[in-house]
Structure formats: C-alpha cells, structure tokens
T-cell receptor, first 111, second 115 residues
C-alpha cells in the first residue's frame, strides 16, 4: 500500500513563482526523500532529509519535515519552465533503501 | 556519478510472449536492485527486491511466476514478464543501491506494450 499521500495532485503556476508540494506519510521513518520524474523517464533524486532534521536546502529547493505531523513539504523557488515534471516523496519503510512512493504532484510551469 | 542503464527503453510484443528487461549498474556494484511498475499518471509500485545470488523478494500481490527476476551478477538484474497480456502493459523501472549511500539510482525505465 502507498505510504505517502501528496497534494496537490497537480499544480500549474507561472514561471518565476514558487511551487510548494506537500507529502504526508503514515509510519515512522528514518528519512524522507524527494524525487523528480520527467514524463516517461526514470526518477532523479533531489534531496534527502533525515528524521532528526527539520529543514534542508539545496539550490532552489527547500524541504521541511515535521515528524510530529508526519508530513513534509518541497518548495521550489523562482520556478523555471524546465522544472515541469512530476515530483514524488518517498519514505524508507523497510530499510535497506526499500522505498515507498507517494502519489506524486504533477507540476507545470507556464512560461 | 552512479549510473543505471535499463534496456530496452521500449518494447512492443504480442500477447502470450515473454519479454526480458535488463537493469545494469554501469560504474558500481549493486547487490540489491528494486523493480517498480508505474501506470500512466500514477506512482511507482514496488514489485520486488532483487538480491544478487539469491531469490528475489516479491511484494504482496505480485506473481513471482509471472514476473521472473534474476540477479546473477553484481551489475545485472533482469525482469522477465512471462506470457505477457495487455494488462501487463506498463512502465517498468529499476533502481539500484549505491553502497554506502542512502539514495537510489534509477534507470530510465522500460515501456512495455502488449498487443
């Protein structure tokens, strides 16, 4: 069964705006990861946040983690058309990098 | 960086035939690989964990006789969809664990269409 639920399922914004995606999960985790998938392609790892971390930055990406609410958010600042993709959160529920993915958010950046 | 190659990237086959998809770690050894299935506009569903030199571990609801997984070397895992049917049409993605890292490296995926 899916561990993560993401919202919104789809998000369309103008280039230059910020995009925020949310992820909720059900069980305890060691870490939470965000991946990006361009249409019809494999996944690319974006960022990992450990359960003892609350916020992490990487370039234009900012991830937060609230273990008390079992939720995480991914913020993409100053969006670009090339950011158009699906974004998935993933949690390690079985150890050894066995990940369970959320439903994903389809992000469209309009030029 | 670590690269995982998946082949073929797309395949069309007739119903009843078997299709083999390869997943290779190009510049690292992968004792563990994972196979996912993804339907259009949906998330990835873990099918099985492929372990080098031992039997794969299948997720609940995945038919092991239908989806044969072989991980005979530290750089290659194969997924064979046996007696494929149209409902097996999907996007199959593999990933590998880079030793010492907490992240997965994914292949580009293989799109299977069964006519």
């Amino acid at each position: 069964s899916q561990q993560g639920e993401e919202d919104p399922q789809a998000l369309s914004i103008q280039e230059g705006e910020n995009a925020t995606m949310n992820c909720s999960y059900k069980t305890s985790i060691n870490n939470l990861q965000w991946y990006r998938q361009n249409s019809g392609r494999g996944l690319v790892h974006l960022i990992l946040i450990r359960s003892n971390e609350r916020e992490k930055h990487s370039g234009r990406l900012r991830v937060t983690l609230d273990t008390s609410k079992k939720s995480s958010s991914l913020l993409i600042t100053a969006s670009r058309a090339a950011d158009t993709a699906s974004y998935f959160c993933a949690t390690d529920v079985g150890g050894a990098q066995k990940l369970v993915f959320g439903q994903g958010t389809r992000l469209t950046i309009n030029p | 960086g670590a690269v995982v190659s998946q082949h073929p990237s797309w395949v069309i086959c007739k119903s009843g035939t078997s299709v083999k998809i390869e997943c290779r770690s190009l510049d690292f050894q992968a004792t563990t690989m994972f196979w996912y299935r993804q339907f259009p506009k949906q998330s990835l569903m873990l099918m099985a964990t492929s372990n080098e030199g031992s039997k794969a571990t299948y997720e609940q609801g995945v038919e092991k006789d239908k989806f044969l997984i072989n991980h005979a070397s530290l750089t290659l895992s194969t997924l064979t969809v046996t007696s494929a049917h149209p409902e097996d049409s999907s996007f199959y993605i593999c990933s590998a664990v880079v030793s010492g890292a907490n992240v997965l490296t994914f292949g580009a995926g293989s799109r299977l269409t069964v006519l």
